[in-house]
């Protein structure tokens, strides 16, 4: 099987290194030359391009590209490619994404492969970043089996573990569990950088360690994943964000009470509740 990729950043540039370790000849597209240099030099690619001419014999391909690339790569892509060609992308939000690709192509499988680092380009690519972790398939009606299976086979061999899930579930977990975080990690750091008194701002710099560190990772991440993010998952981003707004006033109004009991209560279950999100 010949398995083509568009975009050869981090996701990208990772799944060529594994797909071609399991033996799939790999053809990547990106749209600098250097990339595609590097990509030919690191191992990624069998053979790599800037025009989609080079995947007319793919099987499969993969649009790495972010969120509001996707749908006019696939435009680009098709006079390139026959109809048995499957397409499949990686973005992390997919029922806006799903229902204007499967429109373009009706060989079209939304995926997300739930991986990665801090780190962006081909130069962060690594084998096994997909290694248990989630990957999400989001079928619909029209989707065709076959298509779904073939995707399906080429991420259980990068040993992922695979989910199944309507596109509107998909983006409803995923607001909870990684857009969310990103919007409250970013508003803690904000929070703190609204301390108006200069020697406490400075003091709390200095305290920071730990703790901090792990709740405002993502928070100081890559700003455009992040405006993506809102912006194509708008509705149910606002759904998590409005919760997490009630339970943050639960809290205040406890702490305003003293209510210590209650509180003790709550962060009880808390601890019992996080490792059910981190097994």
């Not at 050869?8 to 749209?31: K, P």
């Not at 073939?150 to 199944?164: H, P, T």
């Not at 750091?189 to 792990?214: H, N, Y």
């Amino acid at each position: 099987m010949k398995v083509g990729i568009i975009g050869l950043g981090l996701i990208g540039g990772s799944l060529g290194l594994d797909l071609r370790c399991q033996g799939f000849e790999v053809l990547g597209v990106s749209r600098r030359e250097k990339t595609c240099n590097l990509a030919l030099e690191r191992g990624v690619v069998d053979k790599s391009s800037t025009s989609f001419s080079l995947l007319k014999e793919a099987d499969v391909v993969f649009i790495c590209t972010p969120i509001e690339a996707i749908a006019p790569t696939i435009e680009r892509l098709i006079p390139h490619i026959t109809p048995q060609t499957i397409i499949t992308d990686v973005g992390s939000v997919k029922a806006s994404v799903v229902e204007s690709c499967s429109l373009l192509w009706d060989n079209f499988v939304g995926g997300h492969p739930m991986a990665g680092t801090a780190e962006q380009g081909i130069e962060a690519a690594q084998k096994d970043l997909f290694a248990g972790a989630p990957y999400v398939f989001t079928p619909t009606e029209s989707t065709p089996t076959e298509s779904l299976n073939k995707v399906e086979q080429l991420a259980r061999s990068l040993e992922a573990r695979i989910y199944i899930c309507s596109p509107s579930a998909h983006d409803r977990a995923v607001a909870l569990i990684s857009h969310l975080p990103v919007m409250v990690s970013a508003s803690l750091i904000d929070a703190c950088e609204s301390e108006i008194e200069p020697e406490v701002l400075q003091l709390a710099r200095s305290f920071a360690s730990s703790g901090f560190r792990d709740t405002s990772r993502v928070g100081g991440g890559n700003p455009e994943l992040g405006v993506m993010m809102a912006k194509y998952n708008r509705q149910e981003l606002l759904r998590s964000l409005s919760q997490y707004r009630q339970s943050l006033d639960k809290l205040i109004d406890i702490i305003d009470r003293e209510d210590w009991e209650t509180l003790e209560a709550i962060l009880s279950s808390t601890r019992t509740a996080r490792p059910r999100f981190l097994s």
